[in-house]
Antibody, heavy 119, light 110 residues
Framework: QVTLKESGPALVKPTQTLTLTCTFS??????????VSWIRQPPGKALEWLGR???????FYITSLKTRLTISKDTSKDQVLLTMTNMDPVDTATYYC???????????WGKGTTVTVSS | QTAVTQEPSISVSPGGTVTLTCGLS?????????PSWYQQTPGQAPRPLIY???SRSSGVPDRFSGSILGNKAALTIRGAQADDECDYYC??????????FGGGTRLTVL
């Protein structure tokens, strides 16, 4: 059974750096074709794809946030990390991680973690 | 940057058939965009429905189907039920490792 779970701080201050962890099980990010994406959803708004990391350590980011985002993986711990710098109240959202299978779709999602940016 | 467009809201009668679409602000959607569809109820994570244009995700009833209609990807729901009332999102793969969500469609069953 494939599962993913997001974890991290519920509250960060403006200008701080956010680090979220996606801990997964049931698959290996070392397996060819496997990928993990990060997605966020501000309250009452649409989902927004943020980026992804591939089995071969390739990384891709949404253009608008590329300078603030870093996605990395720790294969030994079955974890993917999302780092977002210079947090702003508009970054308040529920953050999800999801596995992308070889058909290039997000087939299993975590439950999400809510992050509020406020002083 | 090209945006992915969806109807903000659509309504359907119980038992009826409804089609939601997913287009591009510039250009046509084809199977090369690997259209996928997700269903989201309030407070829950999205649930995968359709991938690669018309393949159903595991456990999704065959009332849900995907296709390309004209220059857009489409999600058709047949025999609409009350619990189909929620938000639906499409995702297109834009190439270069980038995916983009549409703005979502709120489906009302009434």
């Amino acid at each position: 059974q494939v599962t993913l779970k997001e974890s991290g701080p519920a509250l960060v201050k403006p200008t701080q750096t956010l680090t979220l962890t996606c801990t997964f099980s049931g698959f290996s990010l070392s397996t060819s074709g496997m990928r993990v994406s990060w997605i966020r959803q501000p309250p009452g708004k649409a989902l927004e794809w943020l980026g992804r990391i591939d089995w071969d350590d390739d990384k891709f980011y949404i253009t608008s946030l590329k300078t603030r985002l870093t996605i990395s993986k720790d294969t030994s711990k079955d974890q993917v990390l999302l780092t977002m710098t210079n947090m702003d109240p508009v970054d308040t959202a529920t953050y999800y991680c999801a596995r992308i299978n070889p058909h290039l779709y997000m087939d299993v999602w975590g439950k999400g973690t809510t992050v509020t940016v406020s002083s | 940057q090209t945006a992915v467009t969806q109807e903000p809201s659509i309504s359907v009668s119980p038992g009826g058939t409804v089609t939601l679409t997913c287009g591009l602000s510039s250009g046509s959607v084809s199977t090369s965009y690997y259209p996928s569809w997700y269903q989201q109820t309030p407070g829950q994570a999205p649930r995968p429905l359709i991938y690669s244009t018309n393949s159903r995700s595991s456990g999704v009833p065959d009332r849900f189907s995907g296709s390309i209609l004209g220059n857009k990807a489409a999600l058709t729901i047949r025999g609409a039920q009350a619990d189909d009332e929620c938000d639906y999102y499409c995702v297109l793969y834009m190439g270069g490792g980038i995916s983009v969500f549409g703005g979502g469609t709120r489906l009302t069953v009434l």
